[in-house]
Every structure is written in C-alpha cells, then in structure tokens.
C-alpha cells in the first residue's frame, strides 16, 4: 500500500510542469522592431535601433528578442531602455510634463504664424478700399499731358 502511494506520488512528480511557468515564447521579428523603431540608436543617433546597422543597435535588438520573449511587455521594455539611458532614448519624446511643449510648440506656431498673415492681409485689402482716388490738381494734369505728347 505504502508503495504503491510512494508510486502514485512520483507520477504525479513527474508529470507536473517543471516550474508551473510556461516556457518562454521566441519573440516574433515584428515585435522586436516595433520596439526598436522607438528607440534610438546611442552610435548613430540619428536611426533607430531598427534601421541602425551598428553593432551596439544589434546588441540592442538582441535584449528587446530576449526581454519580449521572457514575456515582457514593449512598454516594459522600453521603460527598461529609458531607465538605463533617460528619456534621450527615445525617437519621439513622451507627450506628458515639459515634453508637453516640444509638441505643442509647433502647432501654437503655426497658429500664430496664420493669425499674423490673415491681419496683414486684412490690413493690405482694407487699404485699397478705404483709399479714395488720388486728385491730381489741374496743373499737374497738363503738365502729365504735355510729357505724354512729347513721349509718344
């Protein structure tokens, strides 16, 4: 009886999962440069770390393969990132605090930019209608005839 409790005991040891976690998936390609797109590159500076072709953006890549596959989430992963290398990792700078103005600069300049042309440009149309229409006195009149006769 003993035994075959000590047996029963062992197969149910030894059918259980391993570690009740299930084993890592690979990371799909798609994935990892979803992520890397996001990133910059710290060689290159001017690619992400999906277009750079330098061996430091490899490197990169292999952690965001090994951090997704882990189970991970891309933002996690990329916390990850901004936690080694502040915000400066980042290709489009998070749309919250003082990154606030690096967004909202552009669009208050164009608005201004139109605000500006639109009342030159009523200036410049109310201008030619409020001017009346120039009288030339009599003697400039015939002195403006006589050139003209003279010209042609």
Known sequence: MIGLLAASVLVLLV?????????????????????????????????SVADSPSEM???????IRERLAAGERPPDVIQYFVDRYGEWI???????????LVWLFPLAAVVAGL??????????TRRRRDAAPVSVD???????????????
């Not at 605000?115 to 410049?124: D, G, N, Q, S, T």
């Not at 009599?138 to 042609?152: F, H, K």
């Open 90 to 100: 980042l290709l489009a700078p998070r749309r919250s605090g003082f990154n606030l």
């Open 115 to 124: 605000a500006v042309v639109a009342i030159l440009v009523r200036r410049w």
């Open 138 to 152: 009599p003697a400039m009149r015939a002195r403006i005839r006589r050139e003209m006769e003279r010209g042609t």
């Open 15 to 47: 059918s259980m999962p391993a570690g009740a976690q299930p084993p890592p998936s690979p990371a799909s390609e798609d994935a990892v440069h979803e992520v890397a797109a996001q990133l910059r590159c710290v060689v290159c500076q001017s690619l």
């Open 57 to 63: 953006a490899s490197q990169m890549r292999g952690i």
